[in-house]
């Protein structure tokens, strides 16, 4: 690691290098528009509900421009774990569900019911499935990234963080600006947006993106490219100053992906039934097909390559009102998502295991919050409540018809009902010293209805049930809260330290299963995390180090296991005890007005304290279910991440010309369940960019990178089935121009 860590970082600070004949000169005055950019930039967040410096927040935070994103290549939430430390976020198998992981904290889960560890929100509105987070990511102006425990100020309960991606807003004079990017594999993104005043109180945002193209992938047998992308995205916003003292804005926003879906790979030989598929030489091969039984009730054909045909829109109406004492914010918003997505896990032409998606997930939310008017004086407060109501319509159907002898088809519907009242408020009981206390109420009703799970064991044949059409709910009552003290020797330097409670909501399993003790509840899971931490700047405001050390006492953690039934062992979700402690630090340096250094670096691990867990290897050898206790055994999420960025600015005479490379480094994973088989391999990725800008003109022209080492690793590694290997590869290196102009 250590020789792969000074390769990786030596490429990025060759930029300094080269500039060094610059440093002998006469540095060039600061430009206008870009400020003072002797020292860093000190950016301005709503972390804690209220606009303040990023260095002032007693939270570790990660906070990214809409640059940061743009040079890192990130247009999907899934793509943030190479930006910022101690986050994962897995495709389940390859496909349309995330698996989102923060400071170790995470949920292992392919089905769309159950919420995840980590809240996602665009514009303060709250994504509870995972699955809704998959947008394609535009007109972004930052997004910040909190980590633990965060509910005394969020309308959600989350025990791993919260992803809050805040959107630029409608600006009081007209602007427009457009990016087109070309890059391998006949990948095309255009973005555009147009912003200005309809009238003296009214202004107005329209924004788009189009991603085409990319397939890099193709079918072993018959050469069919897989890969390309197909996601389109527009978003209105307008904004109208009521009155000096009130806002309404009203975000409608609306987006499709007829992407093609994941190609998996055979990392193993695939011997399930002859005749033997040999394991593929290169993750750019793959392979699909299913039976005539599945394409009966699903109408999928047999030779259909996995696809995506995903649709999302929602609207959502925020308003503030300055009270004078406080602001009062009232957020009211609908999000609907279509999901229509097929995937083949057995990476083959046979129909071992295929599955479908038709999920159709509709969220209402609405949420009140009064905070305190800035002020000298020694407290602030924002308390606030919160209710959604959720409803999710779907079927789960997977192609087992070459492996098991029929394919399976779960319906269900689930609802989910949830109130909350929430607070915090901060004391400065010195001009250095500051208390936080807050407390969070929730109660939360959650019920799958008319739960089923059919087989089908012939073309056109009618469903036969293997279990009875079944209900089941359960409502959860929990409190959770915050202790914290912040201390501030000097202007630059903040120390706290918390303790704050978390809780993630229960749920259900729902695969395919013959038993219906499958359905019982899973127990909300309750984090008691423990935190110290630091953020400074010095060095003349050039070099900013902030850091953090974590113990978290983990109870009713919702992990991944099985069961064991007539038909082979089945995945179900149980509880268990763990505990989890790790450290953090990220340096920005500014050595000079042309010159930054970013680093970050995050050590995490986690042992099980109680956790019994399903033998799969032992059950099937046994022919019945063998359980052993996992207590004391690593969780087997990845220990160590590393990233950072290196970046020198040029002055030609009129123009600028940046070179940036970014890198970030992502350690082993050794998933417990499925044993040391399908460990993914720790792995490198590097991007690099190089920019030119004129210093009046409105264009820019970029050069673009990514993955520039070449990097061959995977994503994740498993089985639906035991014996089929299947893996799901990250992409190659890809090259490419970006173009774009603002007025």
């Known amino acids: 690691m250590i020789q792969r860590l000074l390769k990786t970082t030596a ?8 500039a060094a004949p610059a440093f002998a000169q006469d540095a060039p005055p600061p430009k206008a528009e870009r400020g003072d950019t002797t020292t860093l930039s000190d950016l301005v967040v709503t972390a804690q509900r209220r606009e303040e410096a990023a260095q002032d927040v007693a939270v570790a935070l990660t906070v990214l421009k809409g640059d940061d994103l743009a040079d890192r290549g990130v247009v999907n939430v899934n793509q943030l774990q190479y930006a910022v430390p101690g986050l994962e976020a897995v495709p389940a198998f390859g496909g349309g569900q995330p698996q989102f ?70 600006t009081s004079t007209f602007t427009a600006g457009a990016t087109l990017e070309a890059g391998s594999n006949d990948q095309v993104k255009a973005e555009a947006y147009v912003s200005g005043p309809l009238a003296d ?34 978003r209105g916003l307008l904004q109208w100053d009521i009155t000096p003292k009130v806002d309404l804005t009203i975000d409608a926003h609306w987006s499709q992906d007829q992407s093609d879906g994941a190609g998996l790979y055979l990392f193993a030989p695939l011997a399930f039934a002859p005749p033997t ?27 259909d390559k996995p696809f995506k045909d995903n649709t999302a ?60 008017a800035p002020s000298d004086g020694p407290t602030d407060w924002v308390i606030g409540a919160y209710y959604s109501k959720e409803d999710l319509d779907e079927e789960f159907a997977s192609d087992f018809f070459e492996s098991l002898l029929f394919d399976t088809d779960t319906l269900y519907k689930q609802h989910v009902r949830s109130g909350s009242v929430f607070g915090q408020i901060g004391y400065r009981i010195t001009p250095t010293v500051r208390l936080v206390g807050g407390l969070r109420y929730e109660s939360e009703k959650r019920g799958l209805d008319n739960f089923i799970t059919q087989g089908v064991f012939a073309p056109g044949g009618a469903g036969i049930g293997f279990i009875p059409p079944s209900d089941v709910s359960k409502t959860n009552n929990e409190w959770s809260g915050k202790l914290g003290i912040e201390w501030r020797p000097n202007d630059d330097t903040l120390v706290y330290a918390t303790i704050s409670r978390g809780i993630k909501s229960g749920g259900f399993t729902a695969y395919n299963t013959p038993d219906v003790t499958l359905l019982h509840p899973i127990a909300p899971e309750k984090l008691l995390a423990y935190e110290l931490g630091f953020k400074t700047d010095f060095a003349g405001d050039t070099v900013r180090l902030n850091g953090a050390v974590f113990y978290y006492d983990y109870k009713d953690q919702q992990v991944q296991s099985a069961i064991y039934t007539a038909f082979g062992p089945i995945g179900n979700i149980v509880n268990a005890d763990a505990h989890i402690w790790g450290a953090e630090a990220e340096l920005q340096w500014k050595p000079t007005r042309e010159l930054q250094i970013n680093q970050s670096l995050s050590y995490k691990t986690g042992e099980f304290d109680d956790f019994v867990d399903l033998d799969i290897a032992a059950s ?79 264009w820019s022209v970029s050069l673009w990178g990514r993955n520039i080492l070449d990097e061959k690793y995977d994503l994740t590694r498993n089985f639906f089935l035991p014996g089929i290997s299947i893996a799901a590869p990250g992409e190659p290196a890809t090259w490419g121009i970006r173009v774009g102009v603002k007025y």
């Open 620 to 698: 099937i050898l046994a022919g019945h279910a063998v359980f052993k206790q996992r207590a004391g055994e690593n969780e087997g999420f990845p220990a160590w991440s590393y990233i950072g960025d290196v970046s020198y600015i040029w002055d030609l005479g009129g123009y600028d010309l940046e070179a940036e490379t970014n890198y970030a480094f992502h350690d082993k994973a050794k998933p417990v369940l499925l044993g040391p088989t399908y460990n993914v391999d720790s792995y490198w990725l590097a991007n690099a960019n190089l920019t030119l800008t004129p210093h009046d003109g409105p």
């Open 277 to 303: 598929i040999p394991a593929d030489a290169s993750p750019s091969k793959t392979g699909w097909g299913g039976s005539t039984t599945f394409t009966g009730f699903t109408g999928i054909g047999t030779t």
């Open 201 to 234: 109180t009214l202004r107005f945002r329209l924004s788009g993106i189009t991603q085409q193209g990319g397939a890099w992938q193709s079918n072993r047998t018959t050469g069919e490219s897989i890969g390309d992308k197909d996601r389109s995205a527009i």
């Open 313 to 372: 829109k929602g609207i959502d109406i925020t308003l503030n009102a300055d009270l004078g004492f406080a602001t009062l914010t009232s957020i009211t918003a609908f999000e609907k998502f279509d999901r229509r997505e097929f995937n083949d896990w057995d990476a083959s032409a046979r129909a071992f295991a295929g599955t479908y998606f038709d999920t159709d997930a509709k969220v209402f939310s609405q949420e009140l919050r009064l905070a305190s």
């Open 11 to 18: 490429l990025g600070l060759t930029l300094a290098g080269l």
């Open 101 to 170: 992981r923060l400071r170790g904290v995470g949920f292992d889960d392919y089905a769309s019911n159950n919420t995840s560890t980590v809240g996602v929100y665009v514009n303060e509105v709250a994504y509870p499935f995972p699955v809704q987070t998959q947008g394609v990511i535009f007109d972004i102006g930052r997004v910040e990234v909190l980590r633990g425990p965060q509910g005394t100020l969020y309308g959600r309960n989350t025990t791993g963080g919260a992803i809050n991606f805040i959107t630029n807003r409608p």
